[in-house]
């Protein structure tokens, strides 16, 4: 068989959400484009067959407002409109019917078998359609590995990084201290829902037998009820961390634990699953980590905590360092850490790019990022909002006639506003497009609502402290009257302080713009606070009560109504560690919640999310996390 020669201005290879999102960004302004995939359904971990949710920086509420915008909040748009119970289930045709009305070639099931180069630049990709039966040569002027294993950045002869860094590879307290090749593994889902009839499973032969949770230690008692999607932790990475040479050896360990976890679930009576059975099992693993490519910066977790202002930022990440154990479900250790950070932080373009080609763009898990970094990088929504930077970084590039790399050093400001234009956001990048109407346009209201709280019928334990942040405008706050209890039979000493807010996430009682002691009497009180504070600009401020003696019990009134844009938060600093401090020996087994933060910065307080937005139809219980109450 003959190969077709085809020819484009972009083509992008791997049809992930990273990928596909960046092949209809450039076919948008005005590229021609082919999007080419191994698989039969687009969307990668999201494809129809696999059915990956696709988060992001917003982190379930954690990261307030942090959605990813643009393109991706369209994509994210139309799933909900086919799928509005989101199973998944109808990501790949979504996919695929937005790159053809965006004008986007699309080649599915194509293999790709190598490339051709003439220096530092790519001049074809070549590969071969199963359904069709052909063979395709494509050319174009730039490529864009999206296929999250870096196929074409490997066969190009780029470097890359694979598994562990070592401590002093980046400095990175969470990594460990001599480098390995541990990685995350790959994950296998299934679906499963309740019948109206019951039914019985017997487990196969050939899948692995549970018999207690000590089988499965840390992983079966994360969930007491019934399940209808699982498992995340369902996941291995092979005997030897190859999870490319060993993929099917991955996928059947993979489907001899979901079975064989499945059947430990149906017939646990303590669960109740008499009507429940499987409706799917996928076939394929959804990979987490294999290559990831270098570019001319390696974002790590320095960047994550410090959040370094790059000057070539283009998007953003606000997914917690959730790092997998090496070995997956065969470990004995805990699955994952969960290590969060105070705000999201931004991705800079040279970061997506291989140093080693001149037109090279690199997005998805493959991007020139640490494996500790990764941890917060590998969301698909996140990754989504890579491809529209690229798209539009691609779009720049072609205009001018630039490489990649000089495409961020001396064009950057026209691809920044490009993709602001497109409605995504970059951390610390205004819009400066002289032709938008909208930052001089005069906003109006036909009413207004004072910013208000009122009383509830209970009380909030101040523990150690408790904050609450709220937006002031006007320039001053003179007064506020703050509902405490004291249920004991002696006075407490409390320190009041009044600070700034960085952002919804930042509580300190460091640098206050105002600060008092109280002595709180046995009983109910309101406590007033004379402040007479005034040149504040608008913004994010927040009241906090902090006891001044150990084991202290103190309570404050909730609030019986949720102010938008107030969030209240705690200080527990017994439950994190900073940079530059002593870190437990292996970072799998600890028992606590882990924050990390730039060295100096107050990581003490963090906001209690208000609710998670799940999924499947249920409702938000805002309940969970009440606010405080506060007459200002």
Same mark, same amino acid.
């Given at each position: ?66 959605? $990813? ?93 694979? =598994?562990?860094? #070592? ?67 369902? $996941? ?94 065969? @470990? ?35 991007? @020139? ?17 890579? =491809?529209?930077?690229?798209?539009? #970084? ?8 630039? @490489? ?70 006007? =320039? ?38 105002? $600060? ?43 609030? #019986? ?27 799998? #087994? ?43």
């Amino acid at each position: 068989m003959n190969y077709l020669d085809q020819s484009y201005d972009l083509v992008v290879c791997g049809g992930g959400i990273g990928g596909v999102v960046t092949a209809v960004t450039a076919a948008r302004k005005g590229l021609s484009v082919a999007l080419v995939d191994n698989k039969a359904g687009l969307g990668g971990n999201a494809c129809s067959e696999i059915g990956v949710s696709v988060d992001g920086a917003t982190f379930f509420g954690y990261f307030a407002n942090m959605r $990813e915008g643009g393109p991706v909040e369209e994509m994210k748009e139309r799933f909900a409109a086919a799928d509005p119970f989101f199973h998944n289930g109808q990501n790949s045709t979504t996919l695929l019917f937005w790159c053809e009305e965006a004008g986007v070639k699309v080649f599915c099931e194509w293999n790709l078998h190598g490339i051709e180069k003439e220096g530092r630049r790519l001049t074809h990709v070549l590969g071969s359609q199963g359904g069709t039966e052909r063979n395709f040569r494509f050319a174009a002027k730039q490529f864009v590995d999206a296929t999250g294993d870096a196929t074409v950045a490997a066969l190009a002869g780029c470097a890359f990084m694979s =598994g562990r860094e #070592a401590k002093e590879t980046f400095g990175e307290i969470l990594a460990p201290d001599k480098a390995d090749s541990g990685i995350m593994g790959a994950s296998l889902l299934y679906r499963a829902s309740e019948k109206k009839v019951p039914s019985t499973f017997v487990r196969p032969e050939w899948a692995y037998e549970y018999k207690s949770n000590d089988d499965l230690p840390h992983r079966l008692t994360m969930y007491k009820g019934a399940v209808d999607c699982g498992f995340w932790w369902i $996941e291995y990475a092979g005997d030897h961390d190859d999870p490319i040479g060993e993929y099917e050896h991955i996928r059947k360990e993979l489907l001899k634990c979901v079975y064989g976890v499945w059947a430990f679930l149906k017939n646990d009576p303590e669960r109740k699953m008499e009507y429940w059975a499987l409706d799917r099992v996928s076939v394929s693993p959804a990979k987490r980590e294999s290559r990831r490519v270098v570019g001319d910066v390696v974002v790590t977790e320095r960047d994550i905590v410090e959040r370094t202002p790059f000057p070539d930022a283009v998007s953003y990440a606000g997914w917690n360092i959730d790092i997998h154990v090496p070995g997956g479900f065969k @470990s004995r250790l805990k699955p994952n850490i969960h290590a969060f950070f105070p705000w999201v932080f931004p991705i800079p373009l040279r970061s997506l790019y291989a140093k080693d080609m001149d037109n090279l763009w690199i997005v998805g898990r493959d991007m @020139s990022v640490s494996h500790v970094a990764l941890g917060a990088t590998r969301l698909q929504a996140t990754i989504g909002a890579m =491809g529209h930077a690229v798209g539009c #970084a691609a779009a720049t590039a072609q205009a001018r006639g630039t @490489s990649p790399r000089e495409t961020a050093k001396a064009h950057i400001g026209e691809v920044q506003q490009a993709i602001l234009k497109d409605g995504s956001f970059i951390p610390g990048v205004r819009n400066t497009d002289p032709a938008d109407r909208a930052p001089k346009a005069r906003i109006t209201a036909s009413s207004d609502q004072p910013l208000a709280f009122t009383r509830g019928p209970d009380f909030l334990p101040i523990g150690q402290g408790r904050a609450l942040s709220f937006p002031l405008v006007g =320039g001053r706050l003179d007064r506020v009257v703050l509902p405490l209890r004291n249920p004991g039979a002696k006075a407490v000493p409390l320190r009041l302080f009044f600070s700034a807010c960085l952002h919804p996430n930042h509580f300190t009682d460091r640098g206050s713009l105002a $600060e008092t002691t109280i002595l709180l009497a046995p009983g109910l009180h309101e406590t007033p606070w004379s402040l007479q504070v005034s040149g504040l600009p608008d913004g994010l401020y927040a009241i906090g009560v902090v006891p001044q003696e150990a084991g202290a019990v103190v309570d404050w009134m909730q609030s #019986a109504t949720e102010p938008y844009g107030c969030y209240t938060g705690l200080l527990d600093p017994e439950r994190y560690f900073f940079p530059k401090k002593d870190t437990p020996e292996n970072l799998y #087994a600890v028992e606590k919640t882990i924050l990390v933060a730039a060295e100096g910065e107050d990581a003490r307080w963090v906001r209690q999310k208000k609710g998670r937005l799940l999924q499947l139809g249920r409702k938000i219980d805002r309940s969970q996390v009440p606010l405080p109450f506060v007459a200002l």
